[in-house]
Nanobody, 124 residues
Framework: QVQLVESGGGLVQAGGSLRLSCVAS????????MGWFRQAPGKEREFVAV????????YYADSVKGRFTISRDNAKNTVYLQMNSLKPEDTAVYYC?????????????????WGQGTQVTVSS
């Protein structure tokens, strides 16, 4: 069982930065790949980024590549999403999630545990 709590969202102007954090409870955190998804009003939840259990591998959606960085600290049971050069189209609720082993990281159905989400709003 893994419980996830996100924080760090807020209102920022276009071009600004935010860092999201996701703290996990449970001793098995380091066994999971961890992903970030986002969902804008009226849209499907979409993949943003994923990091492997060791932190050695990362993958990004094309829309955020070069602007966002995912990382993790297993000693702190925390995964981060550093978001730079934010755009109004990045506005969404951002969720962290724990990836079930062996499944495709791109799909939300591959994740077994989800946080409650944190709102990110980017003004133009």
């Amino acid at each position: 069982q893994v419980q996830l709590v996100e924080s760090g969202g807020g209102l920022v102007q276009a071009g600004g930065s935010l860092r999201l954090s996701c703290v996990a409870s449970g001793r098995t955190f380091s066994q999971y790949g961890m992903g970030w998804f986002r969902q804008a009003p009226g849209k499907e939840r979409e993949f943003v980024a994923v990091v492997s259990w060791s932190g050695g591998s990362t993958y990004y959606a094309d829309s955020v590549k070069g602007r966002f960085t995912i990382s993790r600290d297993n000693a702190k049971n925390t995964v981060y999403l550093q978001m730079n050069s934010l755009k109004p189209e990045d506005t969404a609720v951002y969720y962290c999630a724990a990836l079930n082993s062996g499944l495709n990281y791109y799909y939300a159905a591959s994740y077994g545990y989800w946080g409650q989400g944190t709102q990110v709003t980017v003004s133009s």
